[in-house]
């Protein structure tokens, strides 16, 4: 069986930095496309940023220049480096897992919460 497990969200004051981290355990047909998504109440879940497995990477208009997406094949990990924090980027982030089959993964999410 699959886990994501995501660790690394907070309570940020605006322009601050925090860093997310996902790992992922158990069987899987590789590691193909890793990325993020967020959902802040009330709206729809949308994409932060995605690395394909050769290293090609997609950014949200919102978070570019702001986010950075890296990712650790050897430690199954995945990771977004959020500097200049904006309350509109409060929500619950989510870790997005496809492998090759193809089979879609999702972790349980963390709260990223930017308030004075």
């Known amino acids: 069986q699959v886990h994501l497990v995501e660790s690394g969200g907070g309570l940020v004051q605006p322009g601050g930095s925090l860093r997310l981290s996902c790992v992922v355990s158990?069987?899987?047909?590789?590691?193909?496309?890793m990325g993020w998504y967020r959902q802040a109440p009330g709206k729809q879940r949308e994409l932060v940023a995605t690395m394909s497995s050769s290293d090609t990477t997609t950014y949200a208009d919102s978070v570019k220049g702001r986010f950075t997406i890296s990712r650790d094949n050897a430690k199954r990990s995945v990771y977004l480096q959020m500097n200049s924090l904006k309350p509109e980027d409060t929500a619950v982030y989510y870790c997005?897992?496809?492998?090759?089959?193809?089979?879609?993964?999702w972790g349980q999410g963390t709260q990223v919460t930017v308030s004075s």
């Open positions: 997005n897992i496809r492998d090759w089959f193809p089979r879609e993964y």
């Open positions: 158990g069987s899987m047909y590789g590691l193909n496309v």
